[in-house]
């Protein structure tokens, strides 16, 4: 059968894989035997799913692929966390980490290869965008993972926190959440994920809409319109305000917050000054701030402040009563924290051409 033609299981949700049993008249209960296989069990190969007879399993193999990314490298990090440098099936890397202990485990997943959103201080943002992964390409990271951690059993947070930006690959990242969702394969229940997101409009209002909701966390980093257009430059088209108002009318589940990440850059966005417009800003939102001392990393033009620095912008939050944390930075000794991923690949259009591209389509 021609390649182009095959249909790769690692893509499918249930539904679509009990439709294709219905179709080449053979019991849909095989659909969830499979789905227990992948994701309970862990297994890449259909030759592998013994309580399903031979005949099946061979007839599976000659239908549909069960596309899984290698591991390429795996690095850990003196406290434990662990980056995983991931290869797709066309070559591409990606990374995917873990967080152990935090005190939950922690899965941080990327949604693309790469990312079009050139936030100033962020490494992934260098690359721009190569490609958008799939939803079997997103879940795939967790198969992997759990697999080589040995973690089948355990229970397990997902953060979209990786590289790329959730909701410019819209799609495909909400298939891959109903699939880490369904009850018959990982369940993954929605308050484990939290999507992260510079606040893409259009795609923010549709989230607002889904029946499977993560938790949600906007990457704010500046309480001004100048300064945000300079360092999350997405903002020059869903600016500061209208992004806001979005976060106030958000459908919040009973007893969630929004979490505002906020990247602290010495003596650009971290005086008292500014955690005083922040607490202004989020007057009215069911919010939380977490506080990202910068990363830093050859070629990004910023500098983490001091940890007295950190603590007064935190301080004046928590005086006005804003429930405010500052981010452990896990793993940086192996360039998995945040901000600090990245991986070799060709790419056709400079960043900065990809993001004009994007800003004129939306
Ligand atoms: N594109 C999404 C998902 C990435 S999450 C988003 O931006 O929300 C990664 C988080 O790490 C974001 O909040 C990002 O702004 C932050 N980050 C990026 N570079 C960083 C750096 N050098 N130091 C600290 N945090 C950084």
Same mark, same amino acid.
């Given at each position: 059968?021609?390649?182009?033609?095959?249909?790769?299981?690692?893509?499918?949700?249930?539904?679509?894989?009990?439709?294709?049993?219905?179709?080449?008249?053979?019991?849909?209960?095989?659909?969830?035997?499979?789905?227990?296989?992948?994701?309970?069990?862990?297994?890449?190969?259909?030759?592998?799913?013994?309580?399903?007879?031979?005949?099946?399993?061979?007839?599976?193999?000659?239908?549909?692929?069960?596309?899984?990314?290698?591991?390429?490298?795996?690095?850990?990090?003196?406290?434990?966390?662990?980056?995983?440098?991931?290869?797709?099936?066309?070559?591409?890397?990606?990374?995917?980490?873990?967080?152990?202990?935090?005190?939950?485990?922690?899965?941080?997943?990327?949604?693309?290869?790469?990312?079009?959103?050139?936030?100033?201080?962020?490494?992934?943002?260098?690359?721009?965008?190569? =490609?958008? *992964?799939?939803?079997?390409?997103?879940?795939?990271?967790?198969? !992997?993972? $759990?697999?080589? #951690? /040995?973690?089948?059993?355990?229970?397990?947070?997902?953060?979209?926190?990786?590289?790329?930006?959730?909701?410019?690959?819209?799609?495909?990242?909400?298939?891959?959440?109903?699939?880490?969702?369904?009850?018959?394969?990982?369940?993954?229940?929605?308050?484990?994920?939290?999507?992260?997101?510079?606040?893409?409009?259009?795609?923010?209002?549709?989230?607002?809409?889904?029946?499977?909701?993560?938790?949600?966390?906007?990457?704010?980093?500046?309480?001004?319109?100048?300064?945000?257009?300079?360092?999350?430059?997405?903002?020059?088209?869903?600016?500061?305000?209208?992004?806001?108002?979005?976060?106030?009318?958000?459908?919040?589940?009973?007893?969630?917050?929004?979490?505002?990440?906020?990247?602290?850059?010495?003596?650009?966005?971290?005086?008292?000054?500014?955690? =005083?417009? *922040?607490?202004?800003?989020?007057?009215?939102?069911?919010?939380? !701030?977490? $506080?990202?001392? #910068? /990363?830093?990393?050859?070629?990004?033009?910023?500098?983490?402040?001091?940890?007295?620095?950190?603590?007064?912008?935190?301080?004046?939050?928590?005086?006005?009563?804003?429930?405010?944390?500052?981010?452990?930075?896990?793993?940086?000794?192996?360039?998995?924290?945040?901000?600090?991923?990245?991986?070799?690949?060709?790419?056709?259009?400079?960043?900065?051409?990809?993001?004009?591209?994007?800003?004129?389509?939306?």
């Amino acid at each position: 059968m021609a390649t182009a033609l095959r249909t790769d299981a690692a893509e499918m949700e249930l539904a679509e894989l009990e439709h294709y049993f219905f179709s080449a008249n053979a019991p849909k209960f095989h659909a969830r035997q499979i789905f227990q296989w992948i994701y309970g069990r862990g297994v890449t190969d259909f030759a592998a799913m013994t309580d399903l007879g031979r005949d099946l399993r061979a007839q599976l193999a000659r239908d549909l692929d069960l596309s899984t990314p290698t591991v390429a490298r795996r690095e850990r990090s003196a406290d434990g966390t662990t980056k995983f440098l991931l290869q797709l099936a066309d070559g591409h890397l990606i990374e995917s980490v873990f967080i152990p202990d935090t005190p939950s485990q922690t899965f941080c997943i990327s949604t693309q290869v790469g990312c079009a959103m050139r936030c100033a201080f962020c490494l992934t943002g260098k690359m721009g965008i190569v =490609r958008n *992964l799939t939803a079997g390409e997103i879940v795939g990271q967790v198969r !992997v993972l $759990l697999r080589e #951690l /040995n973690m089948l059993d355990e229970r397990f947070n997902i953060v979209l926190m990786g590289m790329g930006e959730p909701l410019h690959n819209y799609d495909a990242t909400m298939k891959a959440l109903r699939i880490l969702g369904d009850e018959h394969g990982l369940a993954v229940a929605p308050r484990r994920i939290t999507l992260s997101t510079v606040g893409v409009l259009p795609a923010l209002e549709r989230l607002a809409t889904e029946p499977f909701m993560p938790n949600l966390a906007i990457s704010l980093h500046s309480t001004t319109e100048d300064q945000r257009d300079m360092l999350v430059p997405i903002n020059r088209k869903y600016g500061l305000k209208e992004l806001l108002d979005a976060c106030r009318k958000f459908p919040l589940k009973r007893r969630s917050r929004i979490t505002f990440e906020y990247v602290l850059l010495e003596g650009v966005n971290d005086t008292p000054e500014d955690a =005083r417009r *922040l607490v202004k800003l989020l007057h009215g939102i069911k919010a939380k !701030v977490n $506080l990202l001392p #910068l /990363n830093e990393a050859p070629g990004i033009p910023f500098t983490r402040p001091s940890d007295a620095r950190v603590n007064r912008f935190a301080q004046v939050l928590a005086d006005h009563g804003v429930t405010v944390s500052v981010r452990r930075s896990r793993g940086r000794d192996i360039r998995a924290a945040c901000g600090q991923l990245i991986t070799e690949s060709s790419r056709k259009l400079a960043p900065g051409a990809q993001l004009a591209q994007l800003m004129e389509q939306h």
